[in-house]
């Protein structure tokens, strides 16, 4: 009697394994290899997205229909500025010292990459108090619309971002708390964790970089 694979039109395409036995991870580089390459394209395509923005900026600077590029009640709070630009630069630094001290195989790297984590959220709140306190709103002139949109995009981008970071936070924890052991677990979850940290924080680094050129586009020129 013919067994349920064999009837199959390829038969059986993944070999079964015993119950209580451990998951060997995937090999390490080929995952670093596959979240590195994706890392460069998601940083790539944010470029150009971001791209757009800058554009619309010196474009609509330059031809000032009406005169009504920024008029002069159209004024962001330097200080909120200054304090957003402060935690992304404070997360962007403390998540690649995590980074790097998860490469070297120390379990201290959770401490600056969840610290690294609140700042950026943090960002994400001192950007939405912004809104709160402005006196103008997208239709204030080109200045106000492409603040308005700009700086929310850009925050939709961090908070992804920032839930990214967490998920590899979140999957150490849980590997600490629960051991490989003989009910099917992953055998040495940090071989499968390093490179998806990796790539998120060469990501952040990134964004966090695109930050400073929205802060002194916005807030300076």
């Not at 070999?15 to 670093?32: H, K, N």
């Not at 709103?137 to 106000?144: E, L, Q, R, S």
């Not at 936070?169 to 490989?180: F, G, H, N, Q, V």
């Amino acid at each position: 009697m013919a067994s349920a694979g064999e009837n199959l039109p390829l038969g059986s395409m993944a070999a079964r394994t015993g119950a209580g036995v451990q998951i060997p991870p995937e090999p390490a580089d080929l995952g670093a290899r596959a979240l590195t390459v994706a890392s460069r394209l998601l940083a790539g395509a944010s470029t150009f997205f971001f791209l757009a923005f800058l554009f619309a900026y010196f474009y609509l600077r330059s031809i000032n229909m009406a005169g009504m590029w920024r008029p002069a009640h159209v004024k962001p709070d330097q200080g909120l500025g200054v304090a957003l630009m402060a935690c992304l630069a404070l997360s962007m630094v403390l998540t690649i010292v995590a980074g790097r001290q998860m490469k070297r195989g120390s379990s201290g790297w959770t401490t600056p990459a969840i610290a690294g984590v609140v700042l950026g959220l943090a960002a994400v709140g001192v950007q939405c108090v912004e809104y709160t306190t402005q006196n103008f709103g997208p239709t204030d002139g080109g200045y106000a619309s492409v603040f308005c949109a700009w700086t929310a995009f850009y925050l939709i981008a961090v908070l992804c971002t920032m839930y990214w970071l967490e998920t590899q936070i979140a999957t150490e924890l849980r590997a600490r708390r629960s051991p490989a052991g003989d009910e099917g677990d992953i055998e040495a979850p940090d071989q499968l964790i390093a490179p998806g940290l990796a790539a998120a924080v060469f990501y952040w680094a990134f964004l966090a970089v695109i930050g400073l050129i929205t802060y002194v586009t916005l807030y300076l020129l």
